[in-house]
């Protein structure tokens, strides 16, 4: 299967999914990834924002943030590049394009990526070797390629492959968190 079909067919098999499954597998891989020793050391998270049945980060994003550690969310710049930006809770989002929910711009709050301890990362589809297929932007690769912070990829079980056919400009997952399991590279 081609690369772009590969995309098509996981990207509707989790548009098909139920409100109530995937709040129930975002619950139980949410469960997984607090309990790890990366989020539990972590006193500064980046995190994407959920859209489209993407493995829910609402509650993540709240009880880290209630929690006492700091939560930065992506913004997109015009240029083509991402940084991620500090948020006091989940109603400092706005709507913006593609159904992407992001914070005011505001250069203050702008994490550096070296401060960043931990980075949960969307993908379409990971493999076991800690390669992803992304929405094709860019955006995560290049924003990885600069920071030294723990990758953990977020996914459905549904969503781990054989194989994802790499890039050189790839960057690999460190653990993958699903419903099922915790996959360490």
């Known amino acids: 299967m081609t690369k772009p ?6 990207h509707t098999e989790r548009i098909q999914m139920s409100e109530r499954v995937v709040r129930e597998k975002s619950l139980r891989i949410y469960r997984q990834l607090i309990d790890m020793p990366a989020y539990q050391l ?35 710049r015009e240029d083509g590049d991402m940084n991620f930006q500090a948020i006091a809770g989940l109603s400092d989002l706005r709507p913006v394009h593609y159904g992407l929910r992001e914070p005011v711009p505001d250069s203050q709050k702008v994490l550096l990526s070296h401060t960043i301890d931990l980075i949960l990362i969307p993908g379409i589809a990971f493999d076991r070797r800690g390669h ?10 290049r924003f990885l390629a600069r920071t030294e912070a723990v990758r953990i990829g977020l996914s459905y079980a549904f969503q781990i492959i054989d194989r994802v056919p790499a890039e050189p400009h790839d ?10 399991e915790v996959i360490k590279i």
């Not at 980046?46 to 930065?72: F, H, L, M, P």
């Not at 992803?132 to 690769?141: A, K, L, N, V």
Request: aromatic share 4%; hydrophobic share 35%.
């Open 5 to 10: 079909d590969l995309k098509r067919s996981l």
């Open 42 to 76: 972590a006193r500064c998270i980046a995190c994407y924002v959920s859209i489209k049945n993407e493995v829910d980060t609402r509650i993540v994003i709240q009880k880290a943030i209630d929690s006492g550690k700091q939560v930065g969310v992506p913004v997109t």
């Open 132 to 141: 992803r297929i992304g929405s094709g932007g860019g955006y995560y690769d």
């Open 171 to 180: 960057v690999k997952m460190d653990l993958i968190v699903t419903e099922n």
